[in-house]
């Protein structure tokens, strides 16, 4: 299957600072990337969906200001956590599609102190 | 809006038992439906998936059948082992490239 990879596996940072997570697909292009957000227990949460050369399409509640993308190429999309608090830590998941299956990174965990 | 209904949110077998997990959704114009296995701190993985033109799939010890009449899909897991023990998540893919994920159902599988 296709692989997509995901750099931090973990970070840890202060209230107030902003942390950037990379998802990148491997061995495919990736026009459309998805970013997830998981707490303990639960199911994954569509934050936004990431479109290569254009804006990204966030879902309803989350804030585009708080959490930029950026999808600069085919194989690469980014999230930035800015001003970081502590009820943003989470587990963050990207995924990509290939064809109509998702393929997801192996998850950010994000806490913040 | 879509939504992916999946019960029951823990299931608790036997070693070598059956497990099923049900899934309903709500936009008609779903085609596909993946089934993810996700444990512990890892990425969900797919397992299996079935498409809209088709009622059943199976893969060795696993299978999935789909009511498109009645926006039903289900997962059946046999002769469950340990190793099965896992949080398995439904999701229907909607037109356009949206998927919605059901809430999950944690299985325990008793040796």
């Known amino acids: 299957g296709a692989v997509v990879s995901q750099h931090p596996s973990w970070v840890i940072c202060k209230s107030g600072t902003s942390v950037k997570i990379e998802c990148r697909s491997l061995?495919?292009?990736?026009?459309?990337m998805f970013w997830y957000r998981q707490f303990p227990k639960q199911s994954l949460m569509l934050m936004a969906t990431?479109?290569?050369?254009?804006?990204?399409?966030?879902e309803q509640g989350v804030e585009k200001d708080k959490f930029l993308i950026n999808h600069a190429s085919l194989t690469l999309s980014t999230l930035t956590v800015t001003s970081a608090h502590p009820e943003d830590s989470s587990f963050y998941i990207c995924s990509a599609l290939p064809g109509l299956t998702q393929y997801f990174g192996p998850g950010t965990r994000l806490t913040v102190l | 809006g879509e939504n992916v209904e999946q019960h029951p949110s823990t299931l608790s077998v036997q070693e070598g038992d059956s497990a099923v997990i049900k899934c309903t959704y709500s936009d008609s114009a779903s085609n596909y439906f993946p089934w993810y296995k996700q444990e512990l701190g890892k990425r969900p993985q797919l397992i299996i998936d079935i498409r809209s033109n088709v009622g059943e799939k199976k893969d060795q010890r696993i299978a999935v059948t789909l009511n498109k009449t009645a926006k039903h899909f289900s997962l059946h897991i046999t002769e469950t082992q340990p190793e099965d023990s896992a949080v398995y998540f439904c999701a229907a893919h909607t037109g356009g490239f949206k998927t919605i994920f059901g809430a999950g159902t944690r299985l325990f599988v008793k040796a």
């Open positions: 990431s479109n290569e050369g254009s804006k990204a399409t966030y």
């Open positions: 061995d495919f292009q990736a026009t459309t």
